[in-house]
């Protein structure tokens, strides 16, 4: 919602173009990693995952890539349309836990 | 598919008032579970349960009860609400507790409350 927002990086870009939208986590022992997508007033939903086993996956317009070594993570955008506005978050889980560490997010401004 | 049905969207509360808020989800998962987002915050879990019966506790659990008597259903209780409960509140569940790209967690749309 409009209030968990307050205090989010912002990312602008022009419909059209490439969004990169990025995050560093916390625990080098995380094994999966997931990005969500938030629009205003609604829950986060799922947009794609990664495993540590791998540095890049690629789904419809979007590619998440992963580099271990400084514990990066990063989510690209093809051809950014207003619909992708929202705030995006990361998200890491600990290898051997049942845990979720949640980033605080990025919104994303799309401009026309 | 409704997925995972959150109630009330909205709800004010007075300092010291209880109320529940409801979690359904008809995907017949296993896994469901509360958490609270606040600004400048990821999402912080505050309870959750891996089956009907079975609860535990996540990162924030103090002044929230849950019960879990059913697949379906997954209530949080506010015993006696408090300012700093005041929060955007997330129900969640997955078909599995691990998280796993199988098994992806599932978000419902969250309910709003305010404690004066």
């Known amino acids: 919602g409009e209030s968990v927002g307050l205090h989010l990086p912002t990312l602008s870009v022009q419909e059209g173009d490439n969004s990169i939208i990025n995050c560093a986590y916390s625990n080098s022992a995380s094994d999966y990693f997931i990005w969500y997508k938030q629009e205003s007033g609604k829950g986060p939903q799922f947009i794609i995952d990664?495993?540590?086993?791998?540095d890049k996956r690629q789904g419809q317009r979007v590619t998440v890539l992963l580099n271990k070594t400084v514990k990066h993570l990063s989510l690209q955008i093809a051809a950014t349309q207003p619909g992708d506005s929202a705030v995006y978050f990361c998200?890491?889980?600990?290898?051997?836990?049942?845990?979720?560490?949640f980033g605080t997010g990025t919104r994303l401004k799309v401009l026309a | 598919n409704a997925g995972v049905t959150q109630t009330p969207k909205f709800q004010v509360l007075k300092t010291g008032q209880s109320m529940t808020l409801q979690c359904a989800q008809d995907?017949?998962?296993?896994?469901m579970s509360w958490y609270r987002q606040d600004p400048g915050m990821g999402l912080r879990l505050i309870h959750y349960?891996?089956?009907?019966?079975?609860?535990d506790q996540g990162e924030v659990p103090n002044g929230y009860n849950v019960s879990r008597s059913t697949t379906e259903d997954f209530p949080l209780r506010l015993l006696s609400a408090a300012p700093s409960q005041t929060s955007v509140y997330f129900c969640?569940?997955?078909?599995?507790?691990?998280?796993?790209?199988?098994?992806?967690?599932?978000f419902g749309n969250g309910t709003r409350l305010t404690v004066t």
């Open positions: 990664i495993r540590s086993n791998m």
């Open positions: 998200a890491e889980t600990p290898a051997g836990t049942y845990k979720y560490i």
């Open positions: 969640a569940s997955s078909q599995d507790r691990r998280p796993d790209p199988n098994s992806p967690l599932h």
């Open positions: 995907m017949n998962h296993e896994y």
């Open positions: 349960s891996v089956g009907a019966g079975i609860t």
